[in-house]
């Protein structure tokens, strides 16, 4: 498969004092479903931000991308919106300023998400707002979707529709890479899971191939590995 992204990460925070990379390789290939495991804090949310290109890697030449920045769609950990906003304005902005938006794809998942366009944000709880944060995600026309955990604080019956959003959206030509702590919940959809070590490096392992010869769930491989660290 035709490679999007490659090279090399390196990043510090503390004027050096913390490093979360140290030359780690990484790989991204077309048309895989991604899942990044690790521990908390070995740095699943910043390797997606310099993935999405909004984090600066400290050595930039080492990372390249080999597709266009305007076609990649990003769902923070952290999310901020305008609180006084209707659900429809926002959808409405997004369509204003970027002509990758596909606002009638918004719209025709709300019922599906049990959204309403007329819900004021500010009102919504913090799952109704992950929840929002994945339909605006994936509303954008886009070769890559990166998604930094979308399940903390929702009810996990969405977990379903979450997939079937997914599934509809993908094709050889889209990428996916999800941070996730439940697995479990998106293992049904991966082909490949990238575990951040906690000597820096990060491992690549094909789902099917997990399953097929260790005879287990990606969730307790993973589960596995990481308790061997």
């Given at each position: 498969m035709a490679v999007m992204i490659k090279g090399k990460i390196k990043k510090s925070y503390d004027h050096g004092k913390v490093?979360?990379?140290?030359d780690t390789y990484v790989e991204i290939q077309k048309g895989e479903i991604y899942l990044i495991a690790g521990r908390?804090?070995?740095g699943k949310s910043t390797l997606l931000r310099i993935l999405a290109g909004v984090e600066q890697n400290e050595h930039n030449e080492y990372l390249r991308h080999f597709v266009n920045r305007n076609k990649i769609s990003y769902m923070p950990s952290k999310l901020v919106y305008y609180p006084?906003?209707?659900?429809?304005?926002?959808?409405?902005?997004?369509?204003?300023?970027n002509k990758n938006f596909n606002a009638t794809y918004a719209y025709?998942?709300?019922?599906?998400?049990?959204?309403?366009?007329?819900?004021?944000?500010r009102k919504m709880s913090e799952g109704k707002k992950k929840i929002l944060a994945f339909l605006i995600c994936l509303s954008f026309e886009a070769?890559?979707?990166i998604i930094d955990e979308p399940f903390p604080n929702v009810d996990l019956l969405f977990d379903e529709n979450f997939r079937k959003m997914i599934i509809e959206r993908y094709t050889e030509d889209k990428t996916f890479?999800?941070?996730?702590?439940?697995?479990?919940?998106?293992?049904?959809?991966?082909?490949?899971?990238?575990?951040?070590?906690?000597?820096?490096e990060i491992d690549v392992y094909d789902v099917e191939e997990v399953r097929r010869n260790e005879k287990k769930s990606l969730e307790i491989f993973i589960k596995n590995k990481m308790r061997e660290e």
């Open positions: 490093i979360v990379f140290d908390n804090a070995v006084y906003m209707k659900l429809s304005d926002l959808i409405l902005f997004y369509q204003t300023i025709d998942q709300l019922s599906l998400l049990s959204l309403k366009k007329d819900a004021v944000i070769d890559l979707y890479i999800i941070a996730t702590h439940q697995i479990n919940e998106f293992e049904a959809v991966a082909s490949k899971c990238l575990l951040i070590k906690k000597n820096k």
